[in-house]
């Protein structure tokens, strides 16, 4: 099993930025893979951003140049540093895990980021 816990997120003005970070417990020995993924309401979770355990990066489009995700394998912890946020980005982001042991995705309980004026 694998535990993970997020922080950050909240509201932002458009144009602002917003740090997420989210440690993981756990087997954290059998994480390949860490990403963010988003829900926005009446809409799919979809993937914002993922990082592998090598440091091999992969974003969605619409947030290519604008977020970066990075990872500390000594800390177990995955962040995403959020600029140039606009109202669009506002959705309940999520932390994930892969577990290959398993083939298992592990999950955050998600945080809420906003962006309004």
């Known amino acids: 099993q694998v535990q993970l816990v997020e922080s950050g997120g909240g509201l932002a003005q458009p144009g602002g930025s917003l740090n997420l970070s989210c440690v993981a417990s756990?087997?954290?020995?059998?994480?390949?893979?860490m990403g963010w993924y988003r829900q926005a309401p009446g809409k799919q979770r979809e993937l914002v951003a993922a990082?592998?355990?090598?440091?091999?990066?992969n974003y969605a489009d619409s947030v290519k140049g604008r977020f970066t995700i990075s990872r500390d394998n000594a800390q177990n912890t995955v962040s995403l540093q959020m600029n140039s946020l606009k109202p669009d980005d506002k959705a309940v982001y999520y932390c994930?895990?892969?577990?290959?042991?398993?083939?298992?995705?592990?999950w955050g309980q998600g945080t809420q980021v906003t962006v309004s004026s």
């Open positions: 756990g087997a954290i020995f059998r994480i390949v893979s």
């Open positions: 994930s895990a892969y577990d290959v042991a398993v083939h298992t995705e592990y």
């Open positions: 990082i592998t355990r090598g440091g091999t990066t």
